[in-house]
């Protein structure tokens, strides 16, 4: 267990990059920790973890940028892997540093898959009560992006089941290919047991008016099971949050702000 640790600084490095713990594995806790350090790396980059395996980060936040030269950066964690039944888990946690770089990018975390064969058990994902606050992307540079989250995927049989509950994202969302949402980008899971509820994007300070782009990244509707797009003024009026269900015990709800975590 790694819990209430502060670090800032700078860190360049190759892959399972993070701002406070490169991989975060073997069934390990994360908790209370802030990290404010400014990384970049060429592939799976996160502003607090590099790479979940099979762990759990909770009550903890991100504030550095997060560059990445190849392939999966986020403002909080770069990669998520789960596998022989075991779960992941990110809760009561943000980011608010900018994203920028190459490849799949998101503004809490990059990506979400399974790691192993074909047919083995995979695992469930939690991404519960969450936000994030920074920029994805920039109009310069092509790439999977996503205001909270750019990829949940399963690259075999659709094993894997993801819970995606009461977060938000805020940030501009920018990339030259077609492939990115205000709140997600891709979903290619067939599993018909994962659960997105109660999901929200800011329409206005994301730039884009659909939360989540198609697996073939081919069309701008907004899909009601990803996250559900608003604008900034009912972004920040508190009965939004509460008719959907959001804890008052979790989250601070005023009008006038965004929901920030207790």
């Given at each position: 267990?790694?819990?209430?640790?502060?670090?800032?600084?700078?860190?360049?490095?190759?892959?399972?990059?993070?701002?406070?713990?490169?991989?975060?594995?073997?069934?390990?806790?994360?908790?209370?920790s802030v990290s404010s350090t400014q990384t970049s790396g060429r592939e799976e980059v996160g502003g607090l973890i590099g790479r979940i395996f099979s762990s759990t980060t909770t009550t903890s936040t991100a504030?550095?940028?997060?560059?990445?030269?190849?392939?999966?950066?986020?403002?909080?964690?770069?990669?998520?892997?789960?596998?022989?039944?075991?779960?992941?888990?990110?809760?009561?946690?943000?980011?608010?540093?900018?994203?920028?770089?190459?490849?799949?990018?998101g503004g809490l975390i990059a990506n979400a898959t399974h790691s192993g064969a074909a047919h083995t058990i995979a695992g469930e994902v939690f991404v519960e009560d969450n936000f994030s606050t920074g920029n994805v992307g920039d109009a310069a540079t092509s790439g999977v992006v996503g205001g909270l989250m750019a990829n949940?995927?399963?690259?075999?049989?659709?094993?894997?089941?993801?819970?995606?509950?009461?977060?938000?994202?805020?940030?501009?969302?920018?990339?030259?290919?077609?492939?990115?949402?205000?709140?997600?980008?891709?979903?290619?899971?067939?599993?018909p047991e994962h659960d997105f509820n109660n999901n929200f994007h800011d329409m206005d300070t994301s730039g884009l008016s659909?939360?989540?782009?198609?697996?073939?990244?081919?069309?701008?509707?907004?899909v009601a099971d990803t996250a559900t797009?608003?604008?900034?003024?009912?972004?920040?009026?508190?009965?939004?949050?509460?008719?959907?269900g959001w804890d008052p015990a979790v989250w601070e709800l005023q009008d006038g702000q965004y929901p920030t975590l207790k």
């Open positions: 267990t790694i819990q209430n640790i502060n670090v800032s600084g700078v860190i360049v490095a190759d892959e399972e990059v993070g701002g406070m713990v490169g991989q975060l594995g073997n069934n390990s806790i994360l908790s209370n504030s550095g940028d997060v560059a990445v030269s190849s392939n999966f950066g986020g403002g909080l964690v770069g990669m998520i892997f789960t596998q022989g039944g075991s779960n992941a888990w990110v809760t009561r946690s943000s980011a608010s540093g900018n994203v920028t770089g190459g490849g799949t990018k949940f995927s399963d690259p075999f049989d659709g094993r894997t089941v993801y819970h995606v509950n009461r977060n938000y994202s805020t940030g501009s969302v920018q990339s030259t290919s077609n492939c990115h949402g205000g709140f997600t980008a891709v979903y290619t899971s067939s599993n659909f939360a989540y782009r198609s697996s073939s990244c081919s069309f701008t509707a907004n797009s608003l604008s900034t003024m009912d972004m920040q009026t508190a009965q939004t949050f509460l008719n959907a």
